[in-house]
């Protein structure tokens, strides 16, 4: 999984213009976004055909506020440079709960 530490708006275009992207909003303080990082190299290889990438939240602070991510861990979606959903909350999630919104997306 790439790490985005200082995303910008022309860099989000570039990585959701083609397929499907998982960006993950994350930061290294947040123990309920280190409570996923077992889990993301099983999650990744479950949806082998989706880029993810990990995008640092307080580096990226501005496209954050812009798509409306205020708790962490968070995930947003995008096919085609479109968004197609997101899991957006303050809330611990586990393996079982990413993958069950990835497979909604379907």
Known sequence: MEEIKNLTNEKLKEITADGRT??????????????????????EKDFSKDKFYKIDRDG???????????????????????????????????????ENFLNSLN
Do not use: H, M
């Not at 998982?22 to 999650?43: G, K, M, N, Q, Y």
């Not at 957006?88 to 999630?93: F, G, I, P």
């Open 60 to 98: 990226s602070i501005d496209v954050a506020k812009e798509l409306n991510i205020f708790g962490i861990p968070s995930f947003v979606v995008y096919q085609d440079g479109k968004e197609i959903g997101r899991l957006v909350n303050k809330d611990r999630k586990t393996k079982e709960e990413v």
């Open 22 to 43: 998982v960006l993950l909003f994350s930061a290294t303080w947040c123990p309920d976004c280190r409570f996923l990082d077992p889990f993301l190299p099983e999650i």
